[in-house]
Each structure stands twice: as C-alpha cells, then as structure tokens.
Nanobody, 124 residues
C-alpha cells in the first residue's frame, strides 16, 4: 500500500513563498513519477507540476512556470514544491500524487495514489 502525507501549507500574503513537502511510505517511491495538483473551491482538480524518478525532467502548468519548482529527494522518499511569488489565485488545497506510469503525468487520470491535501491560502 502507498501512503502520501503532505505538509507545509498555510496562510501567506501575495508575493510570499511556501514550500510544500510530501512524504511517501510503503513500497512507494522508487521508479515513479510524482506530481502535485491543486483544487480550489468549486473548481476541478488541476495539474501543477510533476517530476520523473531521476529528477531529470520536470513538467509545469503554464500558470506556475517560473514561480514554482518541483524537486525530490529519493533517499528521503520526499517530493517538494517550492512556491514563490504567490498570488491569490494560487489559493487551493494542494495534493501530492504518485503516477502509475510515465504517460499522462499532467492529468489526474495518470495517478493512482493521492495524499489528503494541504491548504494554501494567499491573501491579497
């Protein structure tokens, strides 16, 4: 089984920064693409960023390019999302997820394990 636990969310002013962490437990981490998604109230869950097992390839939504950085530490079974220059429209619950393959990694259908989410609120 796979357990994913996010942390690092909170309340921040526009222009500020947060770093989210996601720790994976179980036989979970090796060889898999990991991703971050977010869901704002009344909206569908949307892709934010993903990173391959080696860390050699990262994918980003256009809305966060240049502001967010995804990284991973395989020795710690942890994936991170550094969020800079935050905007009120970044307010959402952020979810960590593990992909089941290396395709469709920018869509929710490409992932089969999800964390419980962490709230990020950006005030104007």
């Amino acid at each position: 089984q796979v357990q994913l636990v996010e942390s690092g969310g909170g309340l921040v002013q526009a222009g500020g920064s947060l770093r989210l962490s996601c720790i994976a437990s179980g036989r979970t981490f090796s060889g898999y693409v990991m991703g971050w998604f977010r869901q704002a109230p009344g909206k569908e869950r949307e892709f934010v960023a993903a990173i391959t097992w080696s860390g050699g390839t990262m994918y980003y939504a256009d809305s966060v390019k240049g502001r967010f950085t995804i990284s991973r530490d395989n020795a710690k079974n942890t994936v991170y999302l550094q969020m800079n220059s935050l905007k009120p429209e970044d307010t959402a619950v952020y979810y960590c997820a593990r992909a089941y393959s290396s395709v469709a990694v920018t869509t929710t259908s490409g992932y089969n394990y999800w964390g419980q989410g962490t709230q990020v609120t950006v005030s104007s």
